[in-house]
């Protein structure tokens, strides 16, 4: 039997080594440009002593190797290629992964005698108190106790999502969010288990983020492995204490669900705010929220991208230098650089900063284009790669951070709906400086905004009635067209001499009213006719001479609307 390379010992100088593994999670990795095509297989494989390394398998050598890999299979693997991990969130090994290629033999393992799973559990209490790594997967395990409805608003269904709150043995809670597929399934379970046993879960690989130092924790992409009441020894195990300790069975009955909070997408676009122009938002007035449809037209590249944002609290960070004796006794002064967070109430006073999306669109709609702020959490619906990762990424390459990245490119031409907050701000200055509140891709819903937005022009430009001037009241009405008129043609200056008021006129378009009013009224004689005491024309019944603002605030109107 040929020497067996354990995955602590393996080294890129050598090339002929073999390694006996199991495969405890295996998924694929779809095209960059083609998402209906599969590029390669994606594996964490672990060895008898219990460590795990990354593999991938391209799609050129499926034929040699796919009838091999399966999920929860144990393999030889022979001649693999070393790579570096270049991956800044680390799911195996944190410096190599390996790679199957045409030197690459592969066959059956019937004696592996490792773990079955390889979990590496954290408990709650270390994850709550912030003593974890953002860029380490961890596995972890819990009862569910509340859970939240599945949230399909994106319409990529790998960001549908649902939220779980798990406790475990010692009570401690955490919230974990389930992505695509583990959402799914877990929905799946909770809608047909009866069973009156507790809800155990196990997730393995999962990811961290702490937000205003609060942790929550969820999947990541395909790469996490969900458990569900599985039988296998840790949730037995885990079930056995929860019994020993609470003195009694649990009840999956007992598990309610999390009310929401936020308004769902389609209510949220569709219901609860009115639709807007761009050209409405250059001048703001009062205080509300509006929704528009636009195009992005490109990305301004006068403004950075990103910002500096405190780890703690994710407000801005500013740098600041300070200096310090240097500790090799030669009494020089070393400067450092450290950031202070602009937020007051941020209580940590070391902080590290991180970057985050702050990407300045233009957008565009048929009325005109405005610069909207794009911040970190919406733009997470738009790339596939964090402000961090591209923030690195030019900064090794030595690209300028001024510019844009070119992975930020795909956002161009794409057609939002955006919800816009207009606040106190933007009125008492007169700003039209916005962020973005909310944004969708959904195809549905910005068919149905256009359709309405097309419809209310329709209504607003079809046609216009004027009626005659009450003499008494001195008052002009210009009202909307409530029904048809099948009469003669009539314009301004048919009157009606036998009442006081005359009878109400349809215009069908504005260009009409335009022209019927023109022959009734020389606008150059406007200022003399407001004022003569014997006008040269004879006036519409609208007109009153003596009421010249009134007179000249109509045209306007009527005129501006044609």
Known sequence: MEHITPIKEIDSIKDDFTIKVRIIHLWTQKSKFNAKETYSIEMILMDEEGRKIHASCVKKWFPKF???????SSIYVKKPNVAPNTLNFKFAD????LNFYHDTTVKECENFSGSAHGFDFVDFNTIVSNNIMESKSFDIIGHIFEYGRMDTSEEDKSKHKMLLHLQDIEDTKLKVTLWGHNAYYMTEFLANNNSL??????VQFARVKFINGRPFSSTYFDVSRLFINNDIDEITSYKNKLVSENGQQLSSSGIKMIASKQNTEHDDFLKNHMFSNIDDLFEPLEEKTVIIVGTVKGIRQNIRWYYLACSNCYKSAKEKESSTDKVDGSHEVAEIVTYECSNPNCKNIKISVIPRFKIPLRVQDNTGTLTLTLFDQEAKKLFKYTAKELYDKNKKLGISLDLYPMELKVVVDKKLAIKIDITSYNVDNKSNIY?????????????????????SQHDNSDSFIIGSSDIASQETKVVKDSFSHTGENLTPCARDNST???????FSTPTELKRNLATCI???EMENLSTSKTPRLSPPDFWYPRKKSKCTLLLQTILLRA
């Not at 944190?94 to 992964?97: A, D, F, N, W």
Request: charged share 40%; net charge neutral.
């Open 66 to 72: 796919k009838r091999y890999l399966k999920e929860d």
């Open 94 to 97: 944190p410096e190599r992964k």
């Open 197 to 202: 046993a507790p809800v155990v879960v196990i």
């Open 435 to 455: 962020g973005i509140a909310r944004l969708t891709e959904n195809a549905n819903i910005i068919d149905e905004l256009e359709k309405k937005n097309l419809n």
């Open 500 to 506: 006081a008021t005359s009878p109400t006129k349809l």
């Open 522 to 524: 020389d606008l150059d």
